[in-house]
């Protein structure tokens, strides 16, 4: 039996390739099954995630669109509403994609993460947090898709098949290779 010379050592090889390579090669030899690894909303970028997270809530048509969206300022600070007329499925896919990462979070913990700072003139700009109208409406749509459910602790989190169909929505977004 003859021994493969190696040129490389393992510390010379990207790891990601190190790792790919071992997979075919027990795959090859058929000396262990390597199960192939699927990408989480953690693995893949928050940008290209919730653009295509909003794009699916957009073309499956379950999440109701509230009327007054057109009208509404995101916050008390905004002078005017969003200009984009499908902001709400970009807010309720990065309001998933917060609950997923951070854990169970309620309304008033989701007006704090899309806060800003209030011009008042002349004087110093002030914190000032999100509409809560706005989270609570994107969170009741999200409990009516069954992506969130209420937490006996309060708050709401994801469920069990929110996090499924956040995860297969992850493993569809293509993730850049260094």
Known sequence: ????MWTETVKDVPAQEFVVALAQYFRSTGKMEVPM????????????????LAQYFRST???????????VK????????????DWFYIRAASVARKLYV?????????????CGAGNRGTRRHHHQIGSGSVARAVLKQLEAIGVVAKDAKGGRGITPSGQRDLDRIAGRVSVPTF
């Open 37 to 52: 690894w699927t990408e989480t909303v953690k693995d893949v970028p928050a940008q290209e995630f919730v653009v295509a």
């Open 74 to 85: 995101t916050a008390t600070y905004k002078e005017l509403a969003p200009y984009d007329p």
């Open 1 to 4: 039996m003859e021994v493969p």
């Open 102 to 114: 951070n854990g169970n979070m309620g309304v008033g913990a989701i007006r704090k993460s899309y």
């Open 61 to 71: 048509g379950k999440m109701e669109v509230p009327m007054w969206t057109e009208t």
